[in-house]
């Protein structure tokens, strides 16, 4: 068995020899399925540059460019002077394009730093800060970055959250996958089971997705390679085994319990550490089995974080026709899964799933690098100070983190288009910048794409609840902007997957001690919520959910114009700029569901006018689709940078050395 899931350490085959002087590997090419597309829609992934020395014991493994050289120690997160939360001894500094790696090593001794990593084609430095070193991190950013010309930014590694809550086990009727086939009523569609399947949706009238008989549609379309960044990903679910292809994770170093999604090193897992984080969980679930309210929570919050990428991944690629769950809009599509989140424990000896900017560049690097079109990332933070404030931009002259701007750079550099969750907060965004999914309107040549959130009737995206006082509360409310959010999608009461029946007596394998833990041993509290033992998916909230959707729905569209545009014919073309125009050309109004004139349905369509930039409106693949047989060439890319932001040059910026190449 192939499993691995982020929280997740199941390790098979032969450990890896390491070279004690350096690492080069953080995204390693999965062993286990075959990485070569063997047609012209996914054509296959270049091969990796080597900054050092090829080290033979390597071979085996494909990786990004990237030397690592220091272990990562265990997390510490803290906040900036702004009041965001960071890794504490962790500085990111983008480097001039090409820079060698002997610039690195310079910043490196003059400053008496560490080098964690270092990718030459993007000029991305990944220092560690010693311990007790004398000068506040933040000023010691400020020095690097004001004494090196070579340095175009010197940054915090910033934490991040996954854009969505914690799973809510209800009782499934038939009818559930709404968001395939929505009339602006109740939940339409059904639940596959043994007994019956769904092998297609079975709409009368579907909106979020077509206009029209989805059936005969959505059994005729292909989709482009799609990745999605993430937590984790249960690589033997019945719904994903089939449709997953390769993957990558992130090394954090020898000496943490890195959870892979891949086969790694052996070496990478430290039993003393990991055996900690595992009965810090065992001991929430006791806690929770006790009554402890408190510690139920923490365990619920732990568990969503954990299948957060099974989740997103599946309403892309699900499987249908296989007495298994529900079935993705990309059903028989393929999905490069991309671990960029650990499990660790915080100060107060909590477990926590933690992803932050630094690894989420390297995985749409990776993921761009390896041939995906369209890359899902539901993930994201505010670029606010302590006061909820908007903060400046940053050296590259947006409200994100140069470095993560440059992997979408990257990105879109390699024809893909990158897809991001709103948040859900229920704040402005064009007030409270959220990134990275204000890059679609402040950087609009990327071709970013920001998804808010909607519910079943068309309106914004909320749920409520009943809380243990009897009170009724939000718990989840989507963002919105007219500027800064692309387009809304289905967003709640999801059906997603849960952990598969396959890790039922391997849910964790420690592999220096080769003991394995059941899911009854660190979650059964979380199950025992539920209306049976062990359900295999629940109901989610959030724009994590919305944004594969429109994910699935763009790779619909690329795959189109790649088979109408063959790309040998079209070499200069933008491809992603395209599929993005084409997809909000043909969005459809919200009245075309809220037919019946009444004061509720002119309130929701005059309060979605504003929430972004389609107004009040839903996707319409169908008619996206169809629009492709007209087209007559696709768009040429932008020749400069769009910002759609002052740009506050100084003396110091001119001429501007960002991050473009």
């Not at 272990?71 to 939360?85: A, C, D, K, M, V």
């Not at 690097?144 to 175009?152: A, C, D, G, L, R």
């Not at 490069?336 to 799933?353: E, G, Y």
């Not at 989610?540 to 088979?563: C, E, H, N, R, W």
Request: net charge negative; charged share 20%.
């Amino acid at each position: 068995m192939a499993f691995i899931f982020i929280g997740v350490l199941i390790f098979k085959g032969k450990p890896l020899k390491e070279d004690p002087g350096h690492r080069e590997t953080t995204l390693v090419q999965s062993q286990t399925k075959d990485s070569r597309i063997k047609d012209s829609r996914h054509p296959a992934a270049p091969k990796a540059r080597r900054d050092l020395d090829e080290d033979p014991s390597h071979k085996a493994t494909r990786s990004l460019a990237l030397f690592q050289q220091a272990p990562e120690r265990s997390l510490t997160i803290t906040e900036n002077e702004h009041g965001q939360r960071i890794i504490a001894d962790d500085i990111i500094v983008s480097f001039l394009k090409g820079s060698d790696i002997a610039e690195v090593k310079k910043i490196e001794q003059k400053y008496n730093l560490i080098v964690h990593s270092y990718h030459s084609e993007s000029g991305i430095a990944h220092f560690k800060i010693p311990p007790f070193y004398s000068l506040p991190s933040e000023k010691l950013r400020k020095k690097i970055k004001s004494e090196n010309i070579i340095v175009v930014a010197s940054e915090p590694n910033y934490v991040v959250r996954f854009n969505s809550y914690p799973n809510e086990f209800q009782t499934f009727a038939q009818n559930q996958l709404w968001h395939l086939d929505n009339t602006g009523r109740a939940l339409p569609y059904c639940l596959e089971t043994q007994a019956q399947t769904c092998t297609s949706p079975k709409a009368e009238k579907s909106i979020d997705t077509t206009a029209g008989n989805f059936e005969s549609f959505w059994n005729t379309q292909s989709c482009a390679l799609t990745a999605v960044v993430d937590t984790g990903f249960d690589l033997e679910h019945p719904d994903l085994k089939n449709r997953l292809l390769g993957g990558a994770s992130i090394s954090y170093g020898e000496g943490l319990p890195v959870i892979p999604i891949v086969q790694s090193r052996t070496s990478s897992y430290d039993p003393g550490t990991l055996q900690a984080i595992v009965n810090t969980i065992k001991d929430l679930n006791d806690q929770a089995q006790n009554n402890n309210t408190q510690a139920l929570q923490t365990l619920k919050a732990l568990h969503s974080d954990l299948i957060h990428g099974t989740a997103v991944a599946a309403l892309i690629v699900a499987e249908g026709n296989n007495g298994v769950g529900g079935v993705g809009l990309c059903a028989s599509g393929q999905l490069i899964p991309v671990q960029a989140a650990r499990l660790d424990l915080d100060s107060n000896n909590t477990p926590m799933v933690v992803a932050n900017t630094a690894t989420i560049a390297e995985g749409i690097r990776y993921a761009a690098k390896n041939g995906a079109k369209v890359i899902n990332v539901s993930m994201g933070e505010y670029w606010r100070d302590k006061d909820n404030k908007s903060l400046p931009k940053s050296s590259c002259h947006v409200s994100a983190p140069c470095h993560l701007l440059e992997a979408i750079e990257y990105a879109h550099s390699q024809g893909a288009i990158v897809v991001t969750s709103a948040g859900n907060d229920g704040m402005d965004t064009d007030t409270v910048p959220h990134y990275p999914s204000n890059l679609s309107y402040e950087r609009p040549d990327l071709q970013v794409v920001s998804v808010g959130g909607h519910n079943a009737d068309g309106s914004l995206g909320m749920a409520q609840k009943i809380n243990t006082s009897n009170i009724l509360i939000t718990f989840f409310e989507t963002n919105y902007g007219k500027n800064s959010v692309t387009l809304t999608a289905p967003s709640t009461y999801i059906f997603h997957l849960l952990l598969s029946q396959n890790l039922e007596n391997q849910f964790l394998l420690n592999p220096k001690t080769n003991q394995s833990y059941s899911r009854d041993d660190l979650f059964k509290e979380v199950y025992s919520h539920s209306t049976s033992s062990y359900p295999s998916h629940s109901y989610g909230f959030g724009t994590s959910f919305s944004a594969p959707l429109v994910t699935a729905v763009l790779a619909m569209i690329y795959q189109k114009l790649l088979d109408t545009f063959p790309a040998t014919q079209n070499p200069n073309k933008d491809y992603a700029k395209t599929a993005k125009k084409i997809l909000l050309e043909n969005i459809k109004s919200l009245q075309t569901i809220l037919t019946r004139p009444s004061p509720l349905n002119t309130s929701i369509i005059s309060s979605m006018e504003n929430k972004s930039q389609a107004g009040a409106s839903i996707i319409d693949a169908k008619a996206s689709i169809e629009a492709i047989n007209t087209l007559g060439a696709l768009e040429d890319p932008d020749p400069s940078p769009i910002y759609n932001v002052p740009l506050e040059l100084t003396e110091e910026s001119i001429p501007f050395k960002g991050c473009m190449p």
